[in-house]
């Protein structure tokens, strides 16, 4: 028998019936801000704080807990809808793509998150078509890795690989402060997403989750937040 640590489970997120997500793993949690460029802008991300070690813990869904981020069975109380309506189809299989010289960028829209990294100095849609100039390629690059929901992927075209940040497995409590409002559940990393009847969403490097509870894309976010005013309390 192998000692508890190594006994330790995988990080994975199981999205529950009109519940919460259950996260196991030792996923690190944290509050990450959108920071703006000196037009106000979207631009970077900022760490300003990490949550306790746990090996398992369960994350609001509905939006309303009284503990947020994590559940405390509010949306028993409320009769929470939490019915799951993204396609489930691989991001290949819903992306356009838009072709340049040495980047090529894949967009699958029902992903976005309304961050707003993708409209600094140029849309990334515009600078990927100018991507073998220096600064269009750079500006390209630093927009669409800044994109939380992964609506957006590059491909170097020389060497065929997508060019991807690299994350550990970690979550992040997304805040909008340019909107004065909390944003989804930003997944890094790979990590596994499990629907309620127990088939796994298409892994990636990057995703965002709807916890207002307000998507249309659940459990995927769609920028309902925004509408919705969602305020978890840690907005600063």
């Known amino acids: 028998m192998g ?22 793993g030792h996923v690190p949690l944290s ?10 802008g979207s631009w970077e991300w900022k760490q300003e704080r990490r949550f306790e070690d746990r090996e398992r813990y369960r994350l609001c869904r509905c939006g309303h807990s009284k503990t947020k981020p994590y559940c405390d069975g509010t949306h028993n109380e409320i009769g929470f809808d939490g019915t799951e309506t993204a396609t489930g189809a ?76 690299e994350f550990e497995p970690s979550i992040g409590l997304v805040q909008d402060p340019a909107k004065a409002r909390s944003g989804p559940l930003w997944v890094r990393g790979g990590i596994p997403v499990e629907s309620v009847s127990g088939v796994r969403y298409e892994t990636r490097n990057r995703v965002t989750l709807c916890r207002c509870g307000a998507s249309d894309n659940k459990p995927f976010c769609d920028g309902s937040h925004l509408k919705a005013k969602f305020n978890d309390g840690l907005l600063e």
Not at 3 to 24: A, C, F, L, R, W
Not at 31 to 40: A, K, L
Not at 115 to 132: H, I, K, M, P
Request: hydrophobic share 30%; proline share 7%.
């Open 90 to 165: 691989p991001f290949a299989q819903q992306a356009e793509t838009t072709d340049g010289p040495t980047l090529v960028l894949k967009d699958a829209e029902s992903f976005c998150a309304s961050a707003r990294f993708c409209d600094n100095y140029g849309s990334a849609w515009e600078l990927v078509t100018q991507s073998d100039k220096k600064k269009q390629r750079e500006l390209t690059i630093h927009e669409v890795e800044r994109c939380p929901s992964g609506r957006l992927v590059l491909r170097d075209k020389k060497t065929g690989r997508p060019v991807e940040p």
């Open 31 to 40: 509050v990450e801000v959108i920071t703006p460029n000196r037009d106000g």
């Open 3 to 24: 000692n508890s640590s190594s006994m330790s489970e995988q990080p994975k997120i199981v999205v529950i019936e009109h519940g919460p997500y259950i996260v196991t």
